[in-house]
């Protein structure tokens, strides 16, 4: 029996937290929709060749033209794991420039496989200087740099360009987390010369969690077919095993993925059918918006929002030549205590929801998400003016209607 394709759509009403009026490209419908599209199996003709799409969306997305451009089944951290997990072999030497919560857990991850991890740190709200990095490579002569991109915790981006030129002329291969910044600031794979990425759809994507888009580059791909062994049952006759030790997970073997991912579709996992319709339909959206057109929707909304802030006499939190374009930290004021009860209101009553942070930050901090969908004008003007009048409730004096006033402003300019 014929099966139809993922474009034959149902309608679905979203949650009323998730939807405030039309997104800049109907993100949420269309996403939706395709996941409500019937199944196909995962050897259909129809459904690998949605396989192939979705891989030549997301070169597009990361900028490269890495053929080994795919996705992991898992949410963001499934794909940290099968990137770090397939490059780190026990005894491998390791770099981890910690700049807030998720350096820690590339930390965790790399130790957790085995490797010899180097930390390097900075305080948090601050990033590193490239020539800071790269002296760390050469004193601890690391085989992989594991770096994040933008670190929500601390709401800082660290700069890249560089750091993937100092590696190579060391021989270590450089891998980056983009969860948080994927389709909300560049990712320049090819032209910041970064051998293994991944990111995760929930943040700038504006998809759903649960499916990890990642891409690999010729150096990594060298280090991952060392390792490269086939499970039983599957092997060719004709098959060798490699030399280099086993990558440690079976689910998250990027070699055993990659051969599921090529045209020789050698059977690893069921792919996660209505998440790879969601994939692909999210960066659909997000190429048809414009990955430009999208940065500067997240510069435009950021700063709107930050003018709205400081003119309510509100403090931003970290450098100001390093905080990302889609998440802004904020001191909280004193007479709101931990924040707490404003985070509770904000959500309660206005259905907004805004973050603390991690560890020593927990409690002193805001943070605020300008990511994706959500990233617009009447977003941006709601959360101001319902900050303001839980502000007030909970004894902090911010003047009337200064920050909508000032986000306007910015809108205008």
Sequence with gaps: MKQYRPTIYQDLDPSPRLLMGPGPVDVYPRVLRAMSAPMLGQFDPEFT????????????????????????????????????????????????????????????????????????????????????????????????????????????????????????????????????????????????????????????????????????????????????????????????????????????????????????????????????YAARETARVVLDEGLESGFVRHEQASCALRAGLRAMDLELFGEQAHRMTNVTGVHIPQACGDGEQVRTQMLNDFGIEIGTSFGHLAGKIWRIGTMGYVCRKPNILRSLNALEAVLRRNGFDTPKNAGVDAAYEVYDE
Aim: glycine residues 10%; charged residues 20%.
């Design 49 to 276: 060749e949605y396989m192939n799409e979705t891989m030549a969306l997301y070169r597009q997305i990361y900028r490269t033209d890495n053929d080994w451009t795919f996705l992991v089944n898992g949410t963001a951290r499934a794909g940290i794991e099968a990137c770090l997990g397939s490059l780190v072999a026990k005894g491998d030497r390791v770099l981890v420039p910690i700049f807030g919560r998720f350096g820690h857990l590339l930390t965790e991850i790399c130790q957790r496989v085995g490797g010899e991890i180097a930390t390097m740190e900075t305080e948090w709200g601050t990033v590193f200087e490239i020539n800071e990095i790269a002296e760390a490579i050469g004193k601890h002569q690391p085989k992989v740099v594991a770096m994040v991109h933008g670190d929500t915790s601390t709401t800082t981006v660290q700069p890249l360009e560089g750091l993937g030129a100092i590696c190579r002329e060391t021989n270590a291969l450089l891998y980056v987390d983009a969860t948080a910044t994927l389709g909300g600031m560049p990712v320049e794979v090819d032209a910041w010369q970064l051998d293994a990425v991944s990111a995760g759809l929930q943040k700038c994507m504006s998809g759903p969690p649960g499916s990890s888009p990642v891409t690999i580059g010729e150096r990594a791909l060298e280090k991952i077919s060392r390792r490269k062994h086939i499970e039983g049952g599957l092997r060719p006759t004709d098959y060798v095993a490699s030399d280099g030790p086993a990558i440690s997970s079976n689910y998250l073997d990027m070699g055993m993925l990659m051969d599921y991912w090529s045209p020789l579709r050698l059977n690893h996992h069921t792919e996660s059918t209505s998440m790879l």
